[in-house]
T-cell receptor, first 112, second 114 residues
Framework: DGGITQSPKYLFRKEGQNVTLSCEQN?????MYWYRQDPGQGLRLIYY???????QKGDIAEGYSVSREKKESFPLTVTSAQKNPTAFYLC???????????FGQGTRLTVV | GENVEQHPSTLSVQEGDSAVIKCTYS??????FPWYKQELGKGPQLIID?????GEKKDQRIAVTLNKTAKHFSLHITETQPEDSAVYFC?????????????FGIGTKLQVIP
């Protein structure tokens, strides 16, 4: 079955540590996105990538980094520079046309 | 840039009643308007969408209307059921430099009371 998979579902991190969230899709989508979701704030764009080896900052990129070495994969690293990393992170992918995005099931990151 | 406002932020209805969620957008270049449903602990899923060349679209109990002149669009759910309880997001999308820029509303938490 085609889809977009995020892992892990829950992640705990100690302050000062970097952590990487995985996002894989087998939908043959060119574009991939990372969003952060906080209560009462909707979905905020962190980074996006339209093609392999290219990515752009979204609205809240500070403290995050990404890579796009393969079409299927778009991992997000939450660095120690992110001051308030506890949140629900969503990955999405879509074709390079003005159509719907497909979302993963999300990763809930908690800093302890 | 685009600004999408969504209201209400929370909505409670009795089972069987209708629910309406409204969104406004600011950029007249936006031409694709999807609605997503997000159940607790899951990612959003598309439930219906509409393009700017259409004024209304219906899929069983769900309908969306679009008023381009007023720059607002609405989601209508009829005969609500408890499984409709979720957070609903509207979005406005346009092509921008080869990239489809999507702006989401803040979300509406719908509770259907049995």
């Amino acid at each position: 079955d085609g889809g977009i998979t995020q892992s892990p579902k829950y992640l705990f991190r100690k302050e000062g540590q970097n952590v990487t969230l995985s996002c894989e899709q087998n939908l043959n989508h060119d574009a991939m996105y990372w969003y952060r979701q906080d209560p009462g704030q909707g979905l905020r764009l962190i980074y996006y990538s339209q093609i392999v080896n290219d990515f752009q900052k979204g609205d809240i990129a500070e403290g995050y980094s990404v890579s796009r070495e393969k079409k299927e994969s778009f991992p997000l690293t939450v660095t120690s520079a992110q001051k308030n990393p506890t949140a629900f992170y969503l990955c999405a992918s879509k074709y390079q046309t003005n159509t719907e995005a497909f979302f993963g099931q999300g990763t809930r990151l908690t800093v302890v | 840039g685009e600004n999408v406002e969504q209201h209400p932020s929370t909505l409670s209805v009795q089972e069987g009643d209708s629910a309406v969620i409204k969104c406004t957008y600011s950029d007249s270049a936006s031409n694709y308007f999807p609605w997503y449903k997000q159940e607790l602990g899951k990612g959003p899923q598309l439930i219906i969408d509409i393009r700017s060349n259409v004024g209304e679209k219906k899929d069983q109990r769900i309908a969306v209307t679009l008023n381009k002149t007023a720059k607002h669009f609405s989601l209508h759910i009829t005969e609500t059921q408890p499984e409709d309880s979720a957070v609903y997001f509207c979005a406005a999308s346009k092509e921008s430099g080869g990239y489809q820029k999507v702006t989401f509303g803040i979300g509406t938490k719908l509770q259907v009371i049995p």
